[in-house]
């Protein structure tokens, strides 16, 4: 039965209750009207009625936002053709009609209509926007400015794109329509702004309008310079220029002031200079994309800017304009008209009066410092300060550092001299100003840095290792520093630098860091764990510069400062200490032994604290590689510790499966894999007792759990060589066969395939072959994709290697007559195409044994198949002459490289660095170069000259054969 708006009404208004059940029966009756097909237009009639109270149509209008949002880009979705004409007929007008805040709601649906719509499927969106622009009489600036975000709503996307002729098309088509209104609308605003004064509240909407049409301007000419643009420019630079020099009289009534200069709350920026921080932002972009247009307005805006950012205050809702402003600077300084700064006075006034000021701290720095500390970190030491002043500074440094850093490091070396000066007359009062000859040093010798590396290239008119030993050293040194932002300062200067500190001389450090780990304050021992994780990442070309040897001596100290750093409060999960412990673990490998069970103790009460509440992701990965890089290093040089390290984890990890906590469960399989892989006794009572719940079908429902499971479940075959598997078998090939069933997880099911295969009794095995194979060919013909057809091939090798070629024909042909030689094509298709080298190796052996002892293919029906297969194998084996194809080295683990292990997780399977899958070669024992393997084998099978010669194909084949023969020390085949 249809619903009217007033039932329709009352169940969004039951949706809005406090009592959970008439909620979510509420939510559910919402659910199954949003079926039927009046259901969007509706809410659209709750949302026009003014009768209805506010709650109840803003519920109405963003239950159609988010019914738009799920549904009209589904072509077959529930919304008719009819509808979507009647929604994009009316709901312009609709929008303009409605209170305020629903209007922002319509204004979003609208947004997320034209994002598919607009304007090919819908052209009367522009014209019915810009039709209201017009102002005659007494304005509606409300009813302007909400045309005005629409139109910015919509046109947003082009920001992002790229240019081609399609975006080229649209732009030209919107500005054909746009741009007279737009410049009328703008002309006139500029023009008679001063007389908006009188009323504070019609100035906020003329401000807010203009701050609106600058995201146009700036959308419109980011892809390209319209003529419009190019042929008015006068007209918007003037314009522009005004908005720079507009100013608040400070005589002028509170209201106003306050309209203008205030902003939401104290560090956001009011009106005006959000305002003015756009026009830098379109003049910037100016300079960058359209330089040669905007040269002769060039030397007037860059003293416009200069003026206005020398005269801005301190406070931090000034950011967002001085960003703009000194982004505007630098890109000038690094354009073809950087000798506009050619000029000493000038530079002195810019380092003076505008860097040397942006760089210093302020009481809102020092207060994130002491209140906010992870902000603090993420701004100072992660890069999230972009937009603020000192950053900003920075980067203007580094702009005219490229056409002047002679006279840029001579002026700045003066004023760090003063700074430290200053520092030295009052250390207790004056600690700021050697914090701002810290942060000007940085930017005035680094060349080029990356967060990996650190800086790796300096500027050689700065004496980095002087500064550093008579300035760095000593707040290092200091017990009880003026300011503790200070010594993070210090400790941020020495991770920077690193590359350019000796070896000694980092040794050197490691003491003091230890000491400094020791401080309560989180900013300073996250920096002190940081520079410890930073420094065992450096090479010194391809070697690293630290070994486990070199960080012996120390390793019991940093270890214990590092954990009895997480006991601070505020850093129980400090994911910089854990990030430290990982590296100093994977640094140290075998030295970790004496350390081992007082490490894993640590770890596993590390555990069982996060399992209560685990909330930082970053945090919760590196420990649980922490975990594997133990497991890993002490594992493989003293494996008795495996049993202890066993009854640490299970208990923690029991108690991660009965919670059910999801985003553990991958890690838990992947250490529990390593547990067993290296595990001297193999398959013991405690993972026996546990398989039977590993094939249970719940966890495979997990698309994260599957390839660590995989991976578990392969080494419990590996490692008991099937036998206590066997009696699980019917389990383990239900999750074979679901996980071949999806194109996500094809791979996983082939990977257990191959271990089932190779290490399960082939007696055990031999009932179940006709349902594995029919899974597979069925699958082959339902959905056939070039990654499944590449595994099948490979396991097809896997097969063959193990337990022959006779074996694979008479499984195969009892399925159905004659499949074999539809397989052997598929698998001759795709056997060049495998790339990972125990694979190839696999493959190719695979393809001998079919050529030598498969007794099958010398008779009819198969006789066919022995000259395709040797072409195809000639042919790999040409590729792997190129390459390697012997195995790496079976059953050991080594420890990945540095440069791998700079960590990454996803909220569905993140693999553990420090726990690497081993690649396991059933053919190991195989150590012939394949091309020799291949005519010996031939030989020993008895196969002579004329033999040969008739199966092969081609006589160039045949040379190329009749060279491996002699490479084996064979007679060379006679085939003339």
Not at 236 to 255: D, G, I, Y
Not at 521 to 534: C, G, M, P, Q
Not at 657 to 665: H, N, R, S
């Amino acid at each position: 039965m249809q619903a009217t708006p007033e039932q329709l009404a009352s169940t969004l208004e039951q949706s809005l209750s406090h009592v959970a059940d008439i909620r979510r029966a509420a939510e559910s009756n919402l659910q199954a009207r949003s079926l039927q097909p009046d259901y969007p237009m509706l809410l659209l009639q709750i949302v026009h009625n003014p009768s209805h109270p506010l709650p109840i149509a803003q519920a109405a209008a963003v239950a159609f936002k988010n019914f738009i949002k799920a549904n009209w880009s589904e072509e077959t979705g529930p919304i008719s053709e009819q509808t979507r004409e009647q929604v994009r007929t009316i709901l312009v007008d609709l929008m303009l009609q409605v209170r305020p805040t629903i209007q922002k709601q319509l204004s979003a649906t609208l947004t997320i209509i034209s994002q598919t719509d607009f304007p090919s499927k819908w052209p009367q969106l522009l014209p019915a926007l810009v039709s209201k622009l017009a102002v005659t009489g007494t304005p509606d600036w409300g009813l302007v400015l909400g045309v005005l975000r629409t139109i910015h709503s919509v046109m947003r996307r082009y920001r992002h794109q790229y240019k081609s002729t399609d975006v080229l098309k649209d732009l030209k088509y919107i500005l054909g329509i746009l741009e007279q209104p737009y410049f009328m609308l703008f002309g006139g605003i500029l023009n008679s702004i001063e007389q908006t004064l009188a009323n504070p509240a019609v100035a906020a909407q003329i401000f807010d309008i203009v701050r609106l049409l600058l995201k146009i301007f700036y959308t419109l000419n980011v892809i390209d310079l319209p003529e419009f643009f190019e042929d008015n420019m006068e007209v918007f630079m003037s314009n522009f220029r005004k908005l720079l020099h507009f100013q608040v009289p400070a005589t002028s009534p509170e209201p106003l002031r306050a309209a203008l200069l205030e902003g939401l709350t104290e560090d956001r920026p009011g009106r005006l200079h959000r305002v003015q921080a756009l026009v830098c932002n379109c003049i910037n972009l100016y300079i960058e994309k359209y330089e040669e247009e905007f040269q002769r307005y060039l030397h007037v805006f860059v003293q416009d800017v200069w003026n206005l950012v020398s005269n801005i205050g301190a406070e931090m809702r000034y950011d967002p304009l001085v960003h703009a402003a000194l982004e505007f600077l630098r890109s000038v300084s690094t354009s073809v008209y950087y000798a506009l700064f050619n000029d000493p006075s000038a530079l002195q006034i810019i380092c003076k009066n505008i860097v040397i000021p942006c760089m210093k701290l302020r009481q809102d720095d020092l207060e994130i410092f002491e209140d906010n500390p992870q902000e603090y970190i993420r701004r100072d030491m992660e890069g999230s300060d972009g937009d603020t002043r000192r950053r900003s500074a920075l980067e203007l440094v580094k702009g005219l550092r490229k056409h002047f850093e002679a006279q840029v490091t001579q002026i700045f070396s003066a004023d760090i001299g003063v700074l430290l000066q200053q520092y030295a007359s009052n250390p207790k009062d004056n600690w700021w100003a050697k914090s701002t000859a810290i942060y000007l040093v940085t930017s005035l010798a680094v060349r080029s840095a990356t967060t990996r590396q650190g800086v790796s290239s300096t500027n050689e008119l700065v004496p980095i290792m002087e500064f550093f030993t008579n300035q760095i050293v000593p707040e290092l040194q200091n017990p009880a520093p003026a300011s503790l932002l200070l010594k993070a300062d210090a400790l941020k200067f020495v991770t920077s630098f690193r590359q350019q500190l000796s070896k000694d001389v980092i040794m050197q450090l490691f003491p003091l860091l230890v000491s400094v780990l020791q401080d309560p304050n989180t900013v300073v021992h996250s920096y002190a764990a940081n520079f410890i994780d930073r420094v065992l990442t450096i090479k010194d070309g391809a070697v690293p510069r630290f070994g486990k040897a070199d960080i012996k001596p120390i390793l019991r100290g940093v270890i214990v400062a590092l954990f009895a750093a997480l006991q601070f409060p505020g850093s129980a999960q400090n994911e910089y200490v854990m990030r430290a412990i990982m590296r100093t673990i994977a640094v140290a490998q075998d030295e970790m032994v004496p350390l081992a069970a007082d490490c894993m103790h640590q770890l596993v009460a590390v555990l069982g604290n996060v399992v209560q509440n685990p909330t930082i992701p970053t945090f919760n990965h590196y420990m649980f590689e922490c975990i594997a890089a133990l497991v890993g290093s002490v594992g493989t040089a003293a494996p008795a510790n495996i049993t202890a390290f066993e009854q640490y984890l299970f208990p923690p990890f029991q108690t991660i499966l009965q919670k059910d906590i999801l985003e553990f469960a991958p890690y838990v399989f992947q250490i529990m894999s390593q547990l067993l892989e290296l595990d001297p006794a193999g398959v013991t009572p405690p993972f026996q007792s546990i398989f039977p719940a590993l094939v249970a079908p719940v966890l495979w429902e997990r698309s994260g759990n599957v390839p660590a499971l995989v991976r578990l479940l392969q080494a419990y075959l590996w490692r008991g060589r099937g036998e206590g598997v066997i009696q699980h078998i019917e389990p383990v090939l239900g999750v074979f066969q679901k996980l071949i069933s999806s194109n996500a997880t094809d791979d996983e099911a082939f990977y257990l395939l191959e271990s089932i295969v190779a290490y399960v009794p082939l007696a055990a095995v031999t009932p179940h072959l006709p349902t594995i194979f029919t899974i597979i060919f069925t699958r082959l013909t339902r959905s056939r994709t070039p990654k499944f057809v590449r595994s099948f091939a490979i396991f097809l090798g896997f097969f063959v290697a193990v337990h022959g070629g006779s074996s694979l024909v008479q499984t195969v042909e009892k399925i159905q007559n004659g499949l074999m030689a539809r397989v052997v094509d598929l698998w001759l298709q795709n056997g060049t195409q495998i790339i990972g080298k125990v694979e190839r190796k696999i493959v190719i052996i695979a393809l001998i044994k079919m050529l030598t002892e498969t007794p099958e293919l010398t008779a009819d029906p198969f006789v066919t198949f022995w000259p395709r297969i040797l072409v195809t194998l000639m042919q790999m084996l040409g590729q792997a002459a190129e390459g390697d194809t012997s195995a790496p080295e079976d059953g050991h683990l080594q420890m990945p490289a540095f440069e791998d292990s700079e960590v990454s997780f996803t909220n569905v399977f993140s693999q553990l660095i420090f726990a690497p899958k081993p690649h396991h070669d059933p053919l190991a024992t195989v150590q012939q170069d394949p091309r020799l393997l291949l005519p010996t084998e031939l030989h020993r099978k008895g196969m002579d000259s004329q033999a040969v010669a008739s199966l092969a194909p081609t006589r160039e084949l045949l040379v190329k054969l009749s060279e491996y023969y002699q490479g084996a020390g064979l007679p060379a085949l006679n085939f003339a």
